[in-house]
């Protein structure tokens, strides 16, 4: 079956830290993979998505690479602000009609 | 060029009442799916739905829960006799028919948080 796996959090960084944000997955077939973010009382927004394998995504300098032999898709940035505090999802979607979606970290970013 | 669309943004209810939340896909897309965050978990599958059809309903309590996407007009999703366990953040996603894969990468709206009181 499909399934995602995401680091726990919350993850407490301080500004200009390296974040890395952990996410594997379970799939048949050839998912693409995404990442949300939901930020303090706001809904969901796409962060970024890689359709197949060795993709990197990128976006407001949050990267991540599909890669199919370890099953990963983690996120990463180089210099997190304040402003990036947020909840950070996961997502696979498998080329039906059901997105398989973590369990979200938190990130903490502190001044 | 708006997107999927929901409203309202927040609601309150008293136990017993009845939930109402709206869901107005992009223009032109004639699938909708509704998901639910339940407070610090990740959001879940609740119900598939194309022009006046269910196509699955596999991820909604069978009780008290219901969900409409009529020929005209937005897509509902209803819940009567709300409890404090149905308080948590619903999604609608859309997407579009097409004629060559059978499913396409949906989009988001930005949620309706229910609060049962």
């Known amino acids: 079956g499909n399934s995602v796996t995401q680091m726990e959090g919350p993850v407490t960084l301080s500004e200009e830290a390296f974040l890395t944000i952990n996410c594997t997955y379970t799939a048949t077939g050839y998912p693409s993979l995404f990442w949300y973010v939901q930020y303090p009382g706001e809904g969901l927004q796409l962060l970024l998505k890689?359709?197949?394998?060795?993709d990197k995504g990128s976006n407001k300098g949050f990267e991540a690479t599909y890669r199919k032999e370890t099953t990963s898709f983690h996120l990463e940035k180089g210099s997190v602000q304040v402003s990036d505090s947020a909840v950070y999802f996961c997502a696979l979607w498998p080329g039906t009609y059901k997105y398989i979606f973590g369990t979200g970290t938190r990130l903490k970013v502190l001044a | 060029n708006a997107g999927v669309m929901q409203n309202p943004r927040h609601l309150v209810r008293r136990r017993g009442q009845e939930a109402r939340l709206r869901c107005s896909p992009v223009?032109?897309?004639?699938?909708v799916y509704w998901y639910r965050q339940l407070p610090e978990e990740g959001l879940k599958f609740m119900v598939y739905?194309?022009?006046?059809?269910?196509?699955?309903e596999s991820g909604m309590p069978k009780e008290r829960f219901s969900a409409e996407f009529p020929k005209e007009g937005p897509s509902i999703l209803r819940i009567q006799q709300v409890v404090r366990g149905d308080s948590a953040a619903y999604f609608c996603a859309s997407s579009p028919q097409t004629s060559g894969q059978l499913y396409t990468e949906a989009f988001f709206g930005q949620g309706t948080r229910l609060t049962v009181v």
């Open positions: 739905l194309q022009k006046e059809n269910i196509i699955d």
């Open positions: 223009k032109g897309h004639s699938h």
């Open positions: 890689a359709t197949k394998a060795d």
